[in-house]
């Protein structure tokens, strides 16, 4: 039985004291409830990488973890403005976000970087949260599996079957995400099914069916409960909606 993941990417957002102001708010409504929640998903909140610090001291004692939006596949070296592992791992970091659309589109990350960065996360032991999805475009030219699967393919070159239940997928359609167009159940569904199909190939049945896939794109407490009611939807990567305790303490508490 797969555990849900349900996290909150608060993009370039929140200073770090309103972080501070912001994880005041999320504890005093979901620790509580730690207790049931961590029966049966891990909840976690990924800052800017500045305010990791701040963000690390107030979920101390928590059940919160700690995540990453972006890395370096280096521990060191002439790479200005990027932070490593060992880095992001100092401050209790424990997963990363890799390859989310905006790092692919805006900043022009390859499929090649992200392959890199979920090793590197791997051989660190973190967990490398790998983003895909495709664009308005490519859906309307019927091509959301084939850029997924490509997707899939690159990012997940040379990972083997001991790493599935240690990476996580988010399957973020383009278009969804920030727009208030979340995609139905049933569309986020036939994808992610094409993505376990993926992964019983590339890693076999019992391995593929302990990795996790998040669905991401403009998840709400109004739409959690029918994405999460789906099979092959282990939990959501959660923009907007997690910067307010009170929307994002109801998305991590969905079906509690
Ligand atoms: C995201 O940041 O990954 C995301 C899905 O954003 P939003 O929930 O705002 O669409």
Redesign the pocket.
């Known amino acids: 039985m797969r555990r849900k993941l349900i996290a909150g ?1 608060w ?1 370039m957002n929140l200073s770090a004291i309103e972080a501070r102001e912001m994880i005041a708010g999320l504890r005093a409504q979901v620790d509580p409830m730690a207790s049931r929640l961590a029966k049966d998903r891990d909840i976690l909140i990924a800052p800017a990488t500045v305010v990791i610090p701040a963000v690390a001291q107030a979920l101390a004692g928590s059940s919160f973890a700690l995540g990453a939006q972006n890395m370096h596949w280096e521990d060191n070296g002439a790479f200005t403005g990027e932070v490593s592992a060992p880095m992001l791992k100092a401050f209790g970091v424990t997963h990363v976000i890799i390859g ?1 659309s905006e790092r692919r589109h805006v900043f022009f990350e390859t499929d090649e970087f992200v392959n890199k960065k979920v090793k590197a996360a791997l051989k660190h032991r973190m967990v490398p949260i790998m ?1 895909v999805g495709e664009t308005l475009q490519e859906r309307e030219a019927s091509k959301t599996i084939e850029i997924v699967m490509r997707q899939m393919d690159n990012g997940l070159s040379e990972v083997p079957a001991e790493a599935a239940a240690t990476v996580v997928i ?1 399957y ?1 359609p383009v278009w ?4 208030g167009k979340t995609a139905t159940p049933e569309q986020a569904q036939l994808v992610h099914g094409a993505i376990r199909e993926f992964l019983d190939d590339l890693w076999g049945k019992s391995a593929a069916a302990e990795t996790r896939i998040l669905y ?4 709400t407490p109004d739409n959690i409960d029918s994405l999460l009611a789906k099979p092959d939807i282990d939990g959501a ?6 910067l307010k305790p009170d929307s994002c303490a109801k998305i991590f508490r969905s079906g509690a």
């Open positions: 990417n993009k989310h983003c988010a973020e969804a995400i920030g727009t991401g794109g403009s998840v990567l959660v923009g907007g909606a997690s």
